[in-house]
Structure formats: C-alpha cells, structure tokens
C-alpha cells in the first residue's frame, strides 16, 4: 500500500522560499497524481498543486500559480512543491496524498487518498 511522508516545512519570512517534499513508499508513483492539499486552523483543506507522475501534467489553485511549482522525481519517488514568494496567508499545514490522474482536473480531497501526515508552513516577520 502507498505511503507518503511530507518533509520540508518551517518558518520562513514574507516573501521567503520553501521546497516541500512528498516521499513515496510501498509502490511507484507512476501511475498516480501526486496532490498537495493545505488546511489552514479554522478553513476547509484546500487543494494547491497536483502533477500526474507518467506524463507531467500539472494544475495550480489560482492563489499559487507563478508562485509554487511542482515536479517528480520519479526515480526518487518523490514529488517536490517549490514555494516562493511566499505570504502569510500561505500558512497552514500541508499533506500530500495520491489519487488517479484524472483527479488532477478535479483538485477534491475527496478524489485522493493515502494522506501523509502533513508538514507545518509558517509565513511570518
């Protein structure tokens, strides 16, 4: 079975860098869509950048595009979301999970499953 582990997070001022990454375990992502979702205290999750594995395809929530972006390293198994330009609205606690490519159009939580544990993102001077 499928098992993602996030790394990367932190503290980071306003318009600060980070690089996130989502570690597979128990399988190949290669015929999968890899998600980063964030939930902030209070708000719903959110989805936020999504890469489908075998052919590259991507899709950003509108408050991130120019700003995050997502690859593969499929001989790693491991997907990275480069986060600059970041703002403090970008805090929350960001998870990763894996879901079938056509879920990348969709961009639900519900559509994705074997959620890491998530990492903590904290934008603040």
Sequence with gaps: QLQ???????????GGSLRLSCAA????LDYYAIGWFRQAPG???EGVSFISS???RT???DSVKGRFTI???NAKNTVYLQMNSLKPEDT???YCAAGGTWAIATMRPTDFGSWGQGTQVTVSS
Excluded: F, H, I, M
């Excluded at 582990?5 to 932190?10: N, T």
């Design 43 to 45: 708000k719903e999750r």
């Design 92 to 94: 929350a606690l960001y």
């Design 71 to 73: 690859s593969t390293d």
């Design 4 to 14: 993602l582990v996030e790394s990367g997070g932190g503290l980071v001022q306003p």
């Design 59 to 61: 899709n950003y929530v």
């Design 25 to 28: 375990s128990g399988g190949t």
């Design 54 to 56: 075998s052919d590259r």
